[in-house]
Structures are given as structure tokens and as C-alpha cells.
């Protein structure tokens, strides 16, 4: 797809900086063995429209024959995770039945709806060979009409999504619809997510028909009326304003995010997320029951000799 012509680069000058609602500086977390960098939730933004979880993952190197990644099966309620790879690959199995190996490019779209586990592993012939891994995860809470709908998988390759180029910069929109192009995964509520690859100096506008937007700067750095933020930020951007960016002297890679704002707060426990206390608390006890054949969570068929226990608080 050729870059839309119609809009416009400005760069924002003078008082168009205080278009920046807020800046985010992520929290480390040793999830062990790697580290990831958390911008959301904080304490200044719980969410961009409906993304109430984002997480930077490495980039991490895993030497030949090292342990790499293993996140035991794990629950989720009332959200739906999106993994983005940037380097590497990372297994996925979940309670469904699926059995997905997730590549740089594509999206692995994950409705936990009323309950739902999956695992995340480096394993087989990549742990044997060893592997750098980097990208991002991402959770987006699901409107209060559809947090205990049905659980759904959806995997989507590089290949089907759409990819703007132009002016410097080439744009892969992963979720959602933004520029002009649309995303092919059907989705509970408005929103884009995209990765932006800019060369130096080139400018990115933000679109302009979504009310919450923001971006995570992955390399380089971004200058908005002046103002320069490197990697490792996320600005959120006050709705309404046209806003465009500019990359540095050594180009940049932006991930995009945004759409509309949710109806109410939600509430977030370990790897839970609702609209009210009583969903968690009923997601609580039926996974500290582990009734695996009955209950209301399954284990991952070929993944299930192990688990990860519900925290105690």
C-alpha cells in the first residue's frame, strides 16, 4: 500500500507541545531469566484506549542449550493478549487446543473472555540453537458486555497485514484501523495498534480518528515541537490535537497505539482483568479450586504436567 498523500507532516510548534498529556517512563521487571519494561498500567495512565497492559520483552539473547523462556500455563479473564514479535520465536499453547509458534511480524490475537490458559515457551530446536528475543505484549480489556463471552484464538501473518510505505517511513498496522488501512482481525471495540519503522528525520502523523493515542518509542528518539524523547518512553497524547512526529538523525522504530477511551476503569489482579471485584474474586477461587476436568479453567492439552499458582495477596 502506498503512503496516504493526504496527510499532513506538520511538526507542532509553540504551545502544540502541551498536546504531550503524558510522559511514561516504564517500570523494570525481572520475570526471571529476562527482563521486561512495563509502561502500562501506572500510576500516571491506567490505560490508551482499551490497552491496560504493555510490555516491552528483552531484546534478551539466549545462548545455545540455555533454559530461554518458560512461562508455565497461566489464566487470563476479561481481556484479550497480544503478542508482537520483534526477534526471535516464542511457542503458544493454549486451553483452546492451540499449538502456535509466534514469528517477527505477525500477531497473536488471544480472547480470554471469561477464562482462558496458555504457556509461552522457548522450546524444542530454538532452545537447542539458541536465539535473541525481543517484542512486545500487549492487553486490551474487553468492553463489559463481552468480559465473559467465549474464549477465541486468532493467529494473522506478516504476509496479511497491511504495510504503508512513503516519505521515509514504512508502517505495518497490526490491529485496528489507521491511514487509511484496516487490519484484517475483527475486534470488540475501536482501536490501532502499528510498528513504525521511520528513517531520520522523517515525520509521522499521528491519525487523527481515534480519541486516545499514544506512542511507545522502541529505538532512536522522536522530537515533538522541539521537545526530544528517546527509547524507553511512551507519550500519550491529549485527544483532538493533530500531532506529528520526527525522528531523530538516526531514524526511529515507534510502536502506535490508541482508539477509544473505555467506558469505565477496570480493575487489575496478577493476570485478571474486570469491570468489577466480584469477576476477579469469582476468577480467584476457581483457579486456586484447580478442578481442571470441570471447573472453569482448563489446562493447555500438551501442556499440562505444570501450572502457575495464583498469588497468595
Known sequence: MSWNPA??????????VDAIETVIAPRARDLGGFEVRRALPSAARQ??????????????????????????PHPHIGLATVTY????????RDSLGTDQWIEPGAVNWMNAGYGITHSERTDGAVRETGQTLGGIQTWVALPE????????FEHVGAEALPVLEG???TVRLVLGDAW???????LPSEMFYADARLAPD?????????????????????TVAGETYEAGRMLVFRPGDRISLKAGGQ?????????????????????????????????????????WAHGRFRLPPEDDRDFIPAPER
Do not use: C
Request: net charge negative.
Open 7 to 16: 496527510l499532513d507532516p506538520e511538526i507542532p510548534i509553540g504551545d502544540a
Open 202 to 222: 522523517a515525520q509521522l502523523p499521528l491519525p487523527d480518528n481515534h480519541e486516545d493515542r499514544g506512542v511507545y518509542v522502541l529505538q532512536g528518539e522522536v
Open 47 to 72: 490505560m490508551v484506549g482499551p490497552f491496560i497492559f504493555f510490555d516491552q520483552i528483552g531484546p534478551v539473547e539466549f545462548l545455545s542449550g540455555q533454559r530461554g523462556i518458560d512461562i508455565r
Open 167 to 169: 516519505e521515509g517511513k
Open 85 to 92: 514479535l520483534l526477534q526471535g520465536r516464542l511457542h503458544h
Open 145 to 152: 458486555e463481552l468480559e465473559e463471552g467465549q474464549a477465541a
Open 251 to 291: 531514524g526511529a522504530r515507534l510502536m502506535v497505539l490508541g482508539g477509544a477511551t473505555m467506558g469505565g476503569p477496570r480493575y487489575i489482579w496478577w493476570n485478571f482483568v474486570a469491570s468489577s471485584r466480584d469477576k476477579i474474586e469469582a476468577a480467584k477461587e476457581a483457579w486456586r479450586a484447580g478442578d
Open 180 to 186: 487509511g488501512a484496516r487490519a484484517p482481525l475483527d
